[in-house]
C-alpha cells in the first residue's frame, strides 16, 4: 500500500535515533523544514520545533501544536546482528501491518514524526498554522520535554500522537519515576570446576506501562530463582538482564561454577514449569543450561546472597489499580548488570498519583537500604490529570463519529506521556494524546496497523481544521 505518512515513516527508520541519539533525526527534521520553507529552531537540549504557516483562508483559526517524540527504544531479537548506530531498521509489510525484521519497529514514536511531515507538505491539505514539536530522549524519563522553556509554544490545543488504540483518547496518564541500586562486591578464587551458562528466554517482555498488568514474566525473576533455588550448589560469575527501564524484562543470563550440573537442569526446568503454570500465555518460556568457557574469578558468598536476596525482595509489577483495567501504581524491575567489582540494578515506577508515586518508590528504597545498597532516585516526571471540560476532546469526539461512525472511548493510562509536563510548562493548554493500532511497543515483535496508521493520519488532517 502506498501513502505518503508510510513513505515518511520508512525513510525516517532509516536514520538513527536511539535515545540519547537524536541528531541526526532532528537534523533531517530540519533540513526537510528548509526545503518547504518552513521555520525550524532547536533548543539547547536538541528538542526540534517547526513552525508551519496557515493555508489560504485558515490564517485567522487559533493554532495547532502537533507534538511526538524523536528517539525511540532500541531493543533487538536474540541472535540478531544490528547496529541501532548506523544500520537502518529493515521496515516490510505483512498482512496489513508495518514490521521490522528483528527489531523494534520505531513506530513509537516515529509515526508521530510521518503524521507532522506529511501533513505539513501536502498542499492540498487544508489546516491553520501549525507547531511541530518533536522531542528528544522520551524514552529515558521524559527527558527532552523537561528541559523545554515555558509556554515553548503559543497553541492552546496540543495533540500528543503518542498512544496505541486507535479510537481511544487518553486524557491523563502516569508520572513516574527511576531508581537505580548499588553496591560494591568482592571476588574469590572459585572451588567448583564446571562452568555453565543459565539463560532465560523467549519471554513476551513489552512495555512496562501498557502491558505491567498483562500477567507477563520477568526474565531476571525467573534467573534469580533458579540462583536461588541451587545457591548452595553454584558460586556466580556473571549475571544479566533487561534491556531498558521502561521495557519488562524479556531476557537474562548467568554464568556459574557448578560440581552439581544435573541439580543445576532439575531446578531450571522445575522453575521453567512453574512460569508456563503462573504466567498462562507465555508458553514459549525457556530455561537453557549450557557448558561455558569460563576462568575468572567468582563473586563471594556474601555478595552473591546479597544479589539474590536483593532481587528477591524487590517487587514487580501492579501495587495497586486504579479502575478494572487500568493499574495505579507498579513497579518494573528493568536492568541488572554485574560489573567485575559492583552490582547495578535499575527500577521505574509509575503512578496516576503523586502520593502513590511517592509510596512506591520508599518500599524499593526501603529494600535496597535495608541491605546496605545506595539508592539514587531521579528522572521524575509528573502525571497528567484529566480536565474536566475539554473542548478539544468533544471536538475530537464529534469528528471520529462523523468519519467513522463509531464512538471513541476516552482513557486513562498507566505509561508515561509528555503530556504531565506540557501541563506544567502551558498556560491553559488543552490536550489530547492518539495514535494508531499498535502492538508489542519496547520489543522486537513491535507492529502498526497500516490502515489505522492511514486513518489516524487523515483524522489528525481533520482535527486541526476545526
Not at 517524540?69 to 544500520?87: Q, T
Not at 530522549?137 to 509556554?151: Q, R, T, Y
Not at 502491558?211 to 531476571?220: G, K, L, T, V
Amino acid at each position: 500500500m502506498s501513502h505518503r505518512v508510510l513513505e515518511v515513516f520508512k525513510e525516517i527508520s532509516k536514520i538513527p535515533r536511539c535515545s540519547k541519539h537524536c541528531e541526526k533525526i532532528a537534523e533531517w527534521i530540519c533540513n526537510w523544514a528548509s526545503n518547504n520553507g518552513f521555520k525550524c529552531k532547536r533548543d539547547s537540549y536538541g528538542n526540534v520545533i517547526v513552525n508551519v504557516p496557515a493555508t489560504n483562508g485558515y490564517e485567522s483559526k487559533s493554532s495547532y501544536a502537533l507534538q511526538g517524540h524523536m528517539d525511540m527504544v532500541c531493543v533487538k531479537a536474540e541472535g540478531v546482528e544490528h547496529d541501532f548506530s548506523k544500520d537502518p531498521i529493515d521496515v516490510y509489510e505483512e498482512e496489513g501491518w508495518l514490521k521490522a525484521k528483528g527489531t523494534t519497529l520505531g513506530a513509537d514514536d516515529g509515526v508521530a514524526i510521518a503524521i507532522a511531515v506529511a501533513l505539513s507538505e501536502d498542499e492540498s491539505k487544508e489546516h491553520p498554522e501549525l507547531e511541530l514539536v518533536f522531542t528528544a530522549d522520551e524514552e529515558i524519563g521524559l527527558v527532552g520535554a523537561s528541559h523545554l522553556e515555558k509556554n515553548f509554544v503559543k497553541s492552546k490545543r496540543l495533540i500528543n500522537i503518542d498512544s496505541e488504540k486507535e479510537g481511544v483518547f487518553v486524557i491523563g496518564c502516569a508520572g513516574g519515576e527511576d531508581i537505580d541500586i548499588s553496591f560494591p562486591l568482592k571476588r574469590q578464587t572459585r572451588r567448583f570446576s564446571r562452568a555453565l551458562s543459565i539463560t532465560v528466554s523467549g519471554l513476551k517482555g513489552g512495555h512496562s506501562g501498557t502491558e505491567i498488568n498483562s500477567n507477563r514474566a520477568n526474565a531476571i525473576k525467573l534467573l534469580n530463582e533458579v540462583l536461588y533455588r541451587s545457591f548452595s550448589s553454584i558460586e556466580l560469575v556473571h549475571f544479566s538482564g533487561g534491556k531498558a527501564r521502561n521495557a519488562i524484562p524479556d531476557f537474562a543470563r548467568a554464568v556459574v561454577f557448578t560440581d552439581s550440573p544435573n541439580e543445576i537442569v532439575d531446578v531450571a526446568k522445575k522453575v521453567e514449569n512453574y512460569a508456563r503454570a503462573l504466567f498462562t500465555g507465555e508458553d514459549d518460556i525457556n530455561i537453557e543450561i549450557k557448558d561455558e568457557d569460563a576462568s575468572m574469578d567468582v563473586v563471594d558468598r556474601d555478595s552473591f546472597s546479597k544479589i539474590v536476596e536483593l532481587i528477591n525482595k524487590l517487587p514487580h509489577g501492579v501495587y495497586e489499580m486504579y479502575d478494572d483495567e487500568t493499574p495505579k501504581t507498579s513497579n518494573n524491575l528493568a536492568v541488572v548488570n554485574l560489573d567485575i567489582d559492583r552490582f547495578n540494578l535499575s527500577t521505574n515506577q509509575r503512578s496516576l498519583t503523586e502520593d502513590g508515586l511517592d509510596k512506591i518508590c520508599a518500599i524499593i528504597e526501603d529494600v535496597a537500604r535495608g541491605l546496605e545498597c545506595s539508592v539514587k532516585r531521579h528522572s521524575r516526571y509528573p502525571a497528567w490529570t484529566p480536565k474536566e471540560s475539554s473542548e478539544l476532546l468533544e471536538d475530537a469526539r464529534e469528528l471520529y463519529f462523523e468519519m467513522f461512525k463509531k464512538k471513541p472511548r476516552t482513557k486513562v493510562i498507566h505509561a508515561g506521556l509528555e503530556c504531565g509536563i506540557f501541563a506544567s510548562k502551558l498556560d491553559d493548554v488543552d490536550m489530547l494524546s492518539i495514535g494508531p493500532d499498535m502492538e508489542g511497543i519496547h520489543s522486537p515483535d513491535e507492529r502498526v496497523n497500516i490502515e489505522s496508521f492511514i486513518r489516524v493520519y487523515e483524522f489528525v488532517c481533520e482535527l486541526v481544521k476545526r
